[in-house]
């Protein structure tokens, strides 16, 4: 799953700031992209056509309107049971996303509603004066219709019913704090180069600039989290490869796996797009690495990784499970399988996954997980390692998935992984901030 772009500050787009588009540019382009979403088509792929100059602030407005879509959804079928056509609506929704926090609101409302007019006056002029009574009386009905519109699941959580019931199934105890984080925007977190600096000189450089962090833990000793999210220009060193911008629960994948390996030890990176992992490996030890990837456009994003930070793999494009079409016979010290899957543990990076996603997605992902374990587990000689990792809370792609794996592979052992191990929720406890969802497991491939 392609990583989702930092998120902007909402409020440096509004029409007061010297030289920002006029929110109604801004309004018609998310509601353009939240339509895309709503064709099928992701968010990231929607804001890559829009124009650069309105890029930064609409994906700051898209973010939060498919944060509170559901809501806006349940609103839209109490104020015009009749819907609009598609792109009008998408109009109606995103503006009313944009209102339904009074209290976190990105805009005055008069403002908001003024502007969504002179939207609406662009896209469809007959639609001005639905659009303009649609919202004044939102607003003027605030109280009722948000909680009729929170008693319906879908505007409670903003999230498919579907997927609501999967995370209850999966987690009775923790299901609504889930839902509830996915829709909070995600803490900034970075991944210093170990090979250029220290974490802890890096947030002595951070303080310089003025820019406030703090260390994220023990467990991922390279992990700063930031207080704020800041474009990645204004970090220290960024651009000469001193830091990354990567989840600290994305990193514990290299931190483990690196362990114990020698300098030049062969290793396999079996889904390496974007290759955040790739590089994070690399950064720990010198291997001899293969990043693979089916998707060879994608490994592009790897080998401007790779530039960037001073560091060399082997690149190929090809699907892991085809073995004979990549593989030289030579056996891997370890393997890094970060399979595909749903996505379902980083909603809050990517709020369209939620509404891209469907029931039957999760059985052909988990089947295509399923191949990749046992088509790359014969290339692993004996004594390696293999570490699969999703970035998913359903534990059809997780711990369902390593059980059946000791199931079917007579030599393979579970090594443990400590407090961090098996599932990782998207939720924040009192020794660190939220994590994003994962899951991680490790095998040992015993001796014949």
Known sequence: ????????????????????????????QAA???????????????????????RPGTQALSFTALRRLGAAQALRQQLAPKAP?????????TALALLWDADDAPYAEHTLVDQ????????????????????RRFLREREALSAAARRDPLGAFNHPLWWLEAVKRDWPAQWQDILAANNRPPPMVLRVNARRTSASAYLDALAHVGIAARLVGPEVPQAIVLDRPHPVQDLPGFAAGDVS???????????????????GARVLDACAAPGGKTAHLLELQELDLLALDADGQRLQRVQENLLRLGLRAQLKA????????WWD?????????????????????HPDVRWLRRPDDIRALAQTQTELMDALWPLLKPGGRLLYATCSIFRAEGQAQADAFLQRQSDAQPLPLGPLGGHLLPVADNDRPAFDGFFYAHFLKRPP
């Open 1 to 28: 799953m392609p990583k989702a772009p930092t998120p902007a500050v909402m409020l440096a787009t509004a029409p007061t700031r010297p030289g920002a588009p006029p929110l109604h540019r801004l309004l018609l």
């Open 32 to 54: 353009d992209c939240v339509q895309a979403v709503r064709d099928g088509h992701s968010l990231t792929d929607a804001l890559g056509r829009v124009p650069s100059e309105l």
């Open 85 to 93: 056509p598609p792109r009008v609506e998408a109009l109606l929704l």
């Open 116 to 135: 969504a007019v002179q939207a609406a006056k662009q896209r469809a002029p007959a639609s001005q004066g639905f659009i303009n009574a649609v919202l």
């Open 245 to 263: 911008v990567q989840d600290a629960a994305a990193q514990l994948a290299a931190h483990w796996l690196a362990q114990g390996l020698a300098p």
């Open 318 to 325: 090809a699907d892991a499970r085809q073995t004979a079409t």
């Open 329 to 349: 016979g030579r056996p891997f010290d370890a393997i890094l399988l970060d399979a595909p899957c749903s996505a379902a543990g980083i909603v809050r990076r």
